[in-house]
Each structure stands twice: as C-alpha cells, then as structure tokens.
C-alpha cells in the first residue's frame, strides 16, 4: 500500500506543480529578465544591462527613502502588534466571562480589505487632525503613526487567536506545579509560557513581517505617500516607478526584484533566529 501512494503521489502533486510554474515561476523568471531591459511592452525589451539597477539605488533616489521608511516601519509594527496580541491572548485564556465576543471583536479587522481600511482610518485620523487645523499630510509623522495604528488595527486579532492557540496547548499542570513551588507570575512566563509558546511566536513574526514590509494598498489609500514621498512605503514606490512615468517600467521591474529578495532574506533570516529558540526548548 505503502509503496503505491509513493508510486502515484507525484499524481496528486502535479496540478499544484502545473499552478505553482504558470502563475509563479514562469512571470517571476520573466521579471527578472525585464529588469536588464529598458520597455514599455514585454515584446518591445531592450537589453541595458544593469543600468535600472543602478537608477533604482541613485544616491537619494525615492527607492533607498522609501526603504528607509519601510524598515522603520516594519520594526514598530512588528513589535507592538505581537506585543499587544500577546498580552490580549493571556487576557483571553484566563476564562474571562465574554472571552469568545471579545475574540471575534477583536478578529473582525482582518476582515475588511486594506484599501477600504485606509479610507476609513484617513477620515478618522484627519478628523481628530482637524481640531488642530491639519490633516494626514501635513506632516510625515502623522502619516507614519496612522500607518502603524492602522496596522495594529488590523492585524493584532489575527495574532491574537495564533497566540490564543499556542497558550491552549500549553498543559495546565506545569502551572500548576509552578505554583506550587512558589514561582511568580513574570517566572512563570518567561520560563514555561514564553518558551512553549515559540512556534505562535514564529508564525506571528513572520506574518507581521512579511505584511508590514510588503503593504501596499493600506499606505496608498492612508497617504499615497504624502507629504511629498516622506510616507511612501516600497511597494507604493515600486508602483509608482512602474506606472507612474513612460520609459521607467524597466527601473520599476529592477526595484520588485531587489523588493522580492529583500523580503525573502528577511523571512529567512527570521524563521531561522526563531526556530532556533524553538529548538532550544
């Protein structure tokens, strides 16, 4: 039996194969030829060599600016959304009366698109801006904040029924033999809870990650990078290069590459330092 599903599993296998190559693989490859190319069609390429590479990273280009944003970015959004999902998933697995509408509350967010999410979030956040006679894009920090509370927004209940996950799994008895061998509340989680909760841990990090760096659709309806580009996150950069000007396709083809494997360096990189402390427990 054993040796027939090993014989026809490649079967099974070959229509997400077939997908996986048509949808991915082959425009991928594609696009990473257009990048050596100057075009405005795919059938017009004209072969430059690496010079939209070296347009895309000119010294003060919008690319490096908006990367710079980026980064600072992701690495606050990173933070407090986990940090905020976490401590709200402890809240909700201590039996709480109310736990399971506070977890659909909480969940209802991800559920809106992020081009709808932005709209909403713009005219609340110019609303309170309007008491003091400002809006969004008057200045960037305004513009970075509301990114940031509209990420939390968004995601945190996502993350928080992961780490609702997690905790469940958890046995009880080790807190229980915790506390009775006197252990406080902060030794009990950065010793029991913490480690047997890495694998949430990793997931929700690569999730937030992932998303903070390539948002696109909530950073073009909040701000479309305003005041002057200050707000323009890669993607939004990207999308302006490829679109924004005739004879720029190539340079914005050479940015989603670099974008691309930025993003999966980063994904790596993380996934490895946090299945790491998974394996030390």
């Known amino acids: 039996m054993q040796r027939s599903l090993r014989k026809y599993a490649w079967l099974f296998l070959l229509p997400t194969l077939i997908a996986f190559v048509i949808a991915f693989l082959v425009p991928f490859v594609m696009g990473v030829g257009l990048s050596f190319t100057e075009f405005t069609t795919v059938t017009d390429a004209k072969f430059v060599g690496i010079s939209n590479y070296i347009k895309a990273f000119a010294a003060n280009s919008d690319f490096l600016n908006a ?6 970015f992701t690495v606050v959004s990173v933070l407090s959304v986990n940090l905020l999902a976490f401590i ?56 970075f904040w509301g990114l940031v509370v509209l990420m ?17 799994n958890i046995p009880h008895e080790l807190h229980e033999v915790a506390a009775i061998d006197g252990a406080s509340g902060w030794q009990t989680l ?28 909530q950073n073009y309806a909040l701000t479309a ?17 490829f679109y924004g000007s005739i004879g720029q396709e190539g340079v914005g083809q050479a940015k989603a590459v670099v974008f691309f494997i930025l993003v999966a360096l980063l994904a790596l990189l993380q996934m490895r330092l946090t299945r790491r402390k998974e394996a030390d427990v």
């Open 67 to 72: 990367f710079r944003f980026t980064a600072k």
């Open 88 to 143: 709200l998933a402890l809240l909700l697995t201590k039996g709480l009366r109310g736990t399971n509408f506070f977890r659909t509350a909480f969940f209802m967010p991800n559920l809106i698109g992020g081009i709808v999410l932005g709209y909403i979030w713009q005219l609340i956040i110019n609303g309170i801006l309007a008491a003091r006679g400002v809006d969004l894009t008057y200045s960037a920090q305004y513009g």
């Open 152 to 168: 939390n927004w968004q995601m945190i209940g996502y993350m928080m029924i992961i780490y609702v996950a997690g905790l469940q």
């Open 190 to 217: 950065k010793n029991i809870t913490l480690p047997l909760v890495m694998p949430s841990v990793t997931i929700c990090t690569f999730l937030t990650l992932s998303n903070s760096f390539k948002m696109f659709d």
């Open 225 to 241: 990078g305003a005041p002057g580009k200050q707000t323009q996150m890669m993607a939004l950069d990207i999308y302006n290069t």
